[in-house]
């Protein structure tokens, strides 16, 4: 349980995650352009930035019609395709 917020959570990982939330606690840094983040996952893609490395492919599928050319991924609905194409574009737009 977090101390701060009082959220649960069942996987100390998880409670380790998002206590970063609070704290601003981002350690793990890229060491080809120097930005750090709170996830490895996102450091991992960034690194994928870097190299132009397309993890994901293409699929023209009826179940996720709506993909991000740029890496490939597919979502199945346009919401999710905007919340991941911020993390490309590092676009924040809710404050704390």
């Not at 996987?11 to 998002?18: E, F, G, M, N, P």
């Not at 960034?46 to 397309?54: K, P, S, V, W």
């Amino acid at each position: 349980k977090c101390s701060k917020c009082e959220k649960s959570f069942r996987w100390v990982s998880k409670l380790i995650r998002h206590w970063r939330t609070h704290t601003g606690e981002q350690p793990y840094e890229c060491g080809l352009c120097g930005k750090s983040f709170s996830q490895s996952s996102h450091l991992v893609l960034d690194q994928t930035i870097h190299t132009g490395e397309r993890p994901y492919e293409y699929h023209e599928c009826r179940k996720r019609p709506f993909c991000y050319s740029d890496c490939g991924m597919s979502f199945t609905d346009s919401s999710t395709l905007v919340t991941h194409r911020r993390i490309h574009t590092r676009e924040k737009p809710y404050e704390c």
